[in-house]
T-cell receptor, first 108, second 116 residues
């Protein structure tokens, strides 16, 4: 049983499309992290949130604590957004559980 | 500030050997955590150190161990290597001022370990 489930696994979008990646978790959390991994392995933290909504540029992350669900939205997608997006649940014991990732390809 | 630095970038070892990986966190960051990434299992949490103490641990066998030094640099050791230990090993540091456990992770570029 996976503590964190992400969907979809793979996503192909046309440039400028609005994209949504979903994450459901079963553990009690102190924070939910969204990470971006480009080919070659480097991981960048996009968001850390424990309630509500956060926005950085074209990226928006939301979380519903009652439903144990978070979403990552990308508005006006661009080919440089092509990467793997990973959701990570930080439980109240500060352990991390990761989703399997969503591989996003944005086509010009 | 310099980012998180992991050394070496690539490593090839033989079954049964042991290996030590190094992680230098961002200056001022007191928490260092380690992760294993494989195509089959994805990212998995190994352990986290804070102020030289292991604060929590994932579900890995005792062959995987680590430590943190007074300057916050951390090492991870894997003994009696198995083929299945081949993976990308990532470390991340967090600032965690005043014991605030919720702060963003800053990842290094990883060490790619191949066990033959």
């Amino acid at each position: 049983k996976n503590e964190v489930e992400q969907s979809p696994q793979n996503l192909t979008a046309q440039e400028e499309e609005f994209i949504t990646i979903n994450c459901s978790y079963s553990v009690g959390i102190s924070a939910l992290h969204w990470l971006q991994q480009h080919p070659g392995g480097g991981i960048v933290s996009l968001f850390m949130l424990s309630s509500g909504k956060k926005k950085h540029g074209r990226l928006i992350a939301t979380i519903n604590i009652q439903e144990k669900h978070s979403s990552l939205h990308i508005t006006a997608s661009h080919p440089r957004d092509s990467a793997v997006y990973i959701c990570a649940a930080q439980n109240t014991g500060n352990q991390f559980y990761f989703g399997t990732g969503t591989s996003l390809t944005v086509i010009p | 500030k310099a980012g998180v630095t992991q050394t070496p970038r690539y490593l090839i070892k033989t079954r049964g050997q042991q290996v030590t990986l190094s992680c230098s966190p961002i200056s001022g960051h007191r928490s260092v955590s380690w992760y294993q990434q494989t195509p089959g299992q994805g990212l998995q949490f190994l352990f986290e150190y804070f102020s030289e103490t292991q604060r929590n641990k994932g579900n890995f066998p005792g062959r995987f161990s680590g430590r943190q030094f007074s300057n916050s640099r951390s090492e991870m050791n894997v003994s009696t290597l198995e083929l299945g230990d081949s993976a990308l090993y990532l470390c991340a540091s967090r600032e965690q001022p005043q014991g605030d456990f919720n702060s963003p992770l800053h990842f290094g570029n990883g060490t790619r370990l191949t066990v033959t």
